[in-house]
């Protein structure tokens, strides 16, 4: 048979010498089938690889048995977060579909709407939606929200201790007697950005420190975004002797940005993340960070969408994890002497 062809129930039918509605029989475990052609059918799907389609297989039992990683794009956070949803759905009778559209920036709101409907009925039986725009509306298909927008709803989420962690952070900036620490926020949208800013924020006024609106800035999120608003932080005449940058991949743009401007890293200035993705421990030098549980998120929100798709009801139906501060080499001490930039 030529390689390129897919195997379809005729070419299993014609090469077991059946009818296409014995396969079909064999192939969904219905009676009227001898056990001898049974097996011989199901020797030649073996032989041949016959996989029927997902569409297929849910027009007739109207479940797939796959369950979705649905993202906005992917990134280093949605990478750690499907290694533990694939690690969860091991032996649960399910396969696993990661989607992404591309995350084309006009289509960053509303999203999961649009790849629930394109999936949702014919390719999967529920979802986890990462980071979603949008947790108000009724999808028709079980779901479940990791990190969403505009925070807890209805919808079952799961989290992590976003503003105890940016405490954590800023507070370990202190201990290391840093009073002038810049923030490089996420994005404005995205709850878990306001929970990093408030906890900075808390941990400074608690500390007796003023609020320095000019030593706040928005990163975005991302190492392009990042990029100017770490520039800007690190040539302020007086500038922070401290960043504390709300995910790790700005904190690595703006130990880069600092290093391109003459400044060593911590030396010079002090620099911490927040998600503990595996590129942080890679950095040079290695970042401090906030380690949120990532790939445990992703496990916890696959076995709550297992136990919705099987009618039970869940325990909890908002879960928060808890964060921890990992010290690496990128912190140190404040400076005696605060400079410009020597390049």
Known sequence: MDPQHRVTITDVAREAGVSVATVSKVINERYGVAAATGAKVRAVIETLGYESSLVARSLRSHHTNVIGILVADFEPFSAELLKGAAQAIRGAGYELLAYSAGGAAEELVGWERRYLSRLSGTLIDGAVLVTPTVVDAQYGTPVVAVDPHTGRSGMPTVDSDNLKGAMVATEHLLSLGHRRIGFLGGRPDLESARLREEGYRAALTAAGIAIDPELIRVGG??????????????????????????????????????????????????????????????????????????????????????????????????????????VRQSCGSVPAQVGAPRA
């Open 221 to 326: 999120y991302r190492p392009e975004s990042a990029e100017e608003p770490a520039h800007a932080l690190l040539t302020l005449p007086e500038r922070p002797t401290a960043v504390f940058a709300a995910n790790d991949l700005s904190a690595i743009r703006t130990m880069q940005v600092a290093q391109r401007l003459g400044l060593d890293v911590p030396s010079d200035v002090s620099v911490i993340g927040f998600d503990n993705v595996p590129e942080s421990g890679l950095a040079s030098p290695p970042l401090t960070t906030i380690a949120q549980p990532i790939q445990e998120m992703g496990r916890h929100a696959v076995r709550m969408l297992l136990e919705l798709l099987s009618g039970r009801e869940l325990d909890m139906t908002h879960v928060t994890l808890p964060t921890e501060l990992i």
